[in-house]
């Protein structure tokens, strides 16, 4: 049910806060940023900005309906922003004041946290301009993941907590109520578990994620330094192996690709694979080694789980398990982790070469094309154009689907490749 939010009850309820907290018997509160005549929209909710009479900025998030789901999504959200709070982790907002099923003031739920002055970051490959204020913002970022790290509880392995999360979208899938999302599809992450489940960290603890480290949920001021990281409403406690990822502003989300009267009908799955993308996700996977080899224990766990080859394949595996419109993506794209085997042994892939491994993390960036790459018997090598180059199977599996960073080894040298076109129609499906 939506709810009708009326601006006087939310300033009547942050000066009754305010007055709980000061101990005083009067409270003069007023709008800012004119949110009182035109609330900020976040997701699911409505933003307020108030200033109470000592001073204090304060941002009050209500949802716009009141559910079963939404009750629980804001409970779960006070729970993680306490702890954090309790371990005095940083760059996260103070909880001030809550309602998980809404008061008599506020019929929805909502939080009151304290406001986050800035602005949401903005980030492309040529925003921030500076290289320095790139990489103190991944810096910042990094810090903040590990850091959330501390925040642990025990849990299903693993494995159990995939299976059963896939085995519950098959028999929802079954029922007829995963729209967008095949029984087939689900069977296949379930096919893909073993290739992605590490055994070693099966019975590590489950860990706290943000869940949607997008640039618009990061608040810099105008040095580029990171103010505050906002909305938790993605967060959740998964196993460690599984919480290794890129912030979202580092990961290659795929582009919506529209008709002409708006119908999603492909994805482009390479709309954010460039040499600057690779430099800055190489930055913040240095940040996390450093921090990791020092501190040991679970960051260096963490780390090695991100730098896995198929980092990124195993990224949206993830995501498809959990979210249908990732589900949608993968199905709907033919560059995805659901192709066989002799189709790619027929198919005849277009590489643009990068640049050449010189030592850890130094990359040319002059792009050349290299040729035509076939796969004929177990083993890829150039068709025309270039030196001669081979590799097994395997590696033209992680080359090929969703667009990996992915290195051609042979025994002196690797090459880079940051684009893979698939030259014949449906050749990966």
């Not at 629980?72 to 993680?80: A, M, N, P, R, S």
């Not at 506020?106 to 986050?116: D, S």
């Not at 008709?259 to 954010?272: C, R």
């Not at 590799?391 to 690797?414: C, E, H, K, R, Y």
Request: proline share 3%; net charge neutral.
């Amino acid at each position: 049910m939506l709810t009708t939010i009326r601006p006087e009850n939310v300033l009547q309820q942050v000066c009754k806060q305010a007055v709980s907290l000061n101990n005083s018997s009067q409270c003069s509160c007023s709008f800012i940023h004119g949110t009182e005549k035109g609330q900020l929209m976040g997701g699911e909710a409505v933003v307020f900005a108030l200033q109470d009479h000592q001073g204090r900025k304060i941002g009050i998030r209500i949802q716009r309906e009141s559910t079963e789901s939404t009750s629980y999504i804001l409970g779960k959200q006070v729970e993680y922003l306490k702890a954090i709070e309790s371990l005095n982790i940083a760059r996260f907002q103070k909880l001030i004041d809550y309602g998980i099923h809404g008061n008599q003031l506020i019929c929805a739920p909502f939080m009151a946290m304290e406001w986050a002055d800035g602005e949401s970051l903005h980030w492309t490959d040529t925003s921030p301009a500076s290289l320095s204020h790139r990489q103190k913002i991944i810096q910042a970022i990094a810090d903040a993941t590990l850091d959330l790290l501390q925040i642990q509880r025990p849990g299903d392995s693993a494995k159990e907590y995939i299976t059963s999360r896939i085995n519950r979208k098959i028999g929802r899938a079954l029922g007829g109520k995963y729209a967008g999302g095949g029984v087939e599809g689900c069977r296949k992450q379930l096919d893909l578990l073993n290739e992605f489940w590490d055994p070693d960290l099966d019975t590590a603890p489950h860990v706290l994620i943000h869940g949607d480290l997008s640039d618009t949920n990061i608040i810099v001021n105008g040095n580029s330094d990171v103010e505050k990281i906002i909305d938790l409403g993605w967060s959740d406690m998964v196993p460690l192996q599984f919480a290794a990822v890129y912030p979202r502003f580092l990961t290659y989300q795929p582009s919506q690709v529209c008709s002409e009267n708006g119908d999603v009908v492909s994805f482009d799955w390479a709309a954010k694979h460039t040499s600057i993308m690779m430099r800055d996700r190489a930055f913040y996977l240095d940040c996390i080694k450093r921090r990791a080899y020092s501190e040991g224990g679970i960051a260096l766990d963490f780390y090695k789980a991100l730098d896995r080859h198929d980092e990124s394949r195993r990224y949206w595996w993830f995501r498809a398990v959990h979210q249908v419109d990732a589900h949608r993506a993968m199905v709907a794209s033919h560059v995805a982790l659901y192709f066989n085997y002799e189709s790619v042994r027929r198919s005849r892939i277009c590489v643009t070469q990068v640049g050449n491994q010189i030592g850890k993390n130094h990359v040319q960036s002059k792009s050349k094309k290299l040729g035509i790459y076939t796969c004929k018997n177990q083993t890829t090598h150039i068709a025309r154009g270039g030196p001669k180059h081979s590799t097994g199977l395997s590696d033209m599996m992680a080359a090929v689907s969703f667009v990996d960073i992915v290195f051609f080894w042979t025994q002196t040298s690797a090459a880079m490749f940051d684009e893979v076109i698939c030259e014949e129609p449906g050749c990966l499906s």
